[in-house]
């Protein structure tokens, strides 16, 4: 199977990608990082409110969920009508949600401090996603890895933000994350104008037409089996960012800060693997990446539940960094697919990832209730398995 490669950037845009790939990756990482506390200070706020693992898991499932619905309706609407000022909206968003984490009092106050979170989300992925393929000039994988890796940093500095700064100075101590999100507002807003010069100064590109040798009917079956490996991906994730930490505190009677440096090095891996995935998919194809991430980390997450806490850090890592490459790579491969659809396919693989680990997470506390929190990454062991479906994907030149 042929895909046409889409157009080459006007030269004006070109010249000045690279600080703009720059300037949305550390917004992604400034993003990420505000949206890592939440799951970061999960050890305090149970300790503060007596919540349980089911509780848990539904803070972590208003997140993503809102996260995850809004998402491909953001990336239809602005497929049609882009906003390049958008991308500072949802900063807004994201800070009156660190704000009011910082002054709830109540397990309800806790969701409504996730759902405006998970709004932030929804509306800077799709949106940022596109910024970084217009500013590609031609290197989609390396692009989507950079733009990736900024949030992964983020997302991996979280935990000890909140080992550091926050569990020693209590859950008041969130708000100084405003400070956080106002330079995020900042860099956006020059993001944005760079956005709206484009948009004014580049003829629309050529509409890449579909390959007509795939049907309506093979395609959405290519992009089910795509959802089953995003699927497998992100729930175990979920199941890392959400109870890692408790995993760790239980298995190994670690204390939280303790715990949270070991959280720090599964997501300090993964940012390392989602970096490395954009370059190497480029290179070798995108395809070869998506077999070797899925699938590859299934002997390493075998083993994890039953080592020692020496060998278990070291399986973390490994599981992180390969498993962390597939999403630059299928996010890539799903919109060469579906040419002319950047922020639809980015919003529903963003959205997708977040409900998944949304539903995921929130199964988990209900599991990890009712046996026990070892026995939920047993279960979570066998998820990398499902690479196995990677076979179903057709090649492509992507």
């Not at 590859?296 to 992180?320: D, Q, R």
Request: some cysteine; proline content about 6%; charged content about 10%.
């Amino acid at each position: 199977m042929s895909i046409s490669a889409q157009a080459a950037p006007a030269p004006a845009v070109r010249n000045k990608s690279l600080w703009v790939l720059f300037a949305v990756s550390f917004a992604h990482l400034l993003n990420d990082l505000k949206q890592a506390i939440l799951p970061a200070v999960y050890p305090l706020l149970r300790d503060l409110y007596a919540l349980d693992f089911t509780q848990i898991g539904l803070i972590t499932l208003v997140n993503q969920l809102t996260a995850s619905l809004l998402q491909p309706l953001v990336g239809m609407y602005t497929d049609k009508y882009p906003k390049p000022y958008s991308l500072p909206i949802a900063m807004c968003f994201t800070l009156f949600g660190l704000l009011t984490l910082a002054n709830a009092d109540s397990f309800p106050g806790l969701l409504l401090a996730a759902g405006l979170i998970g709004i932030g989300s929804a509306i800077f992925h799709p949106e940022a996603s596109r910024v970084a393929r217009l500013a590609s000039g031609g290197k989609l994988g390396f692009a989507q890895s950079l733009f990736q890796v900024g949030g992964n940093i983020g997302t991996a500095i979280g935990p000890l933000m909140a080992a550091f700064i926050i569990i020693p100075r209590g859950q008041s101590s969130v708000s100084w994350y405003a400070l956080v999100a106002l330079t995020a507002i900042f860099v956006l807003w020059a993001v944005g104008r760079w956005y709206s010069d484009h948009n004014r100064q580049s003829k629309p590109a050529p509409v890449t037409k579909r390959d007509p040798s795939i049907s309506r009917t093979r395609l959405t079956f290519i992009f089910i089996v795509i959802g089953m490996l995003v699927m497998s991906k992100n729930v175990y994730l979920a199941s890392m960012t959400s109870f890692y930490a408790f995993f760790l505190i239980d298995r190994f009677a670690l204390d939280a800060s303790q715990a949270q440096l070991g959280l720090f090095v599964f997501l300090a891996a993964a940012a390392a693997g989602t970096f490395i995935g954009g370059p190497v998919g480029d290179r070798i194809g995108r395809l070869k990446v998506i077999w070797v991430s899925i699938l590859g980390p299934l002997p390493f997450a075998l083993a994890l539940p039953y080592a020692n806490l020496e060998l278990a850090l070291v399986l973390t890592a490994i599981v992180g960094f390969v498993m962390a490459s597939a999403f630059s790579a299928i996010l890539v491969y799903a919109q060469e697919l579906v040419p002319g659809k950047v922020g639809l396919v980015a919003g529903l693989m963003f959205g997708f990832a977040f409900g998944m680990a949304a539903i995921g997470a929130a199964l988990m506390g209900i599991i990890a209730d009712k046996t026990s929190i070892v026995f939920v990454f047993q279960l979570c062991s066998f998820l990398p398995a499902v690479g196995l479906l990677t076979i179903f994907l057709p090649k492509t030149n992507a």
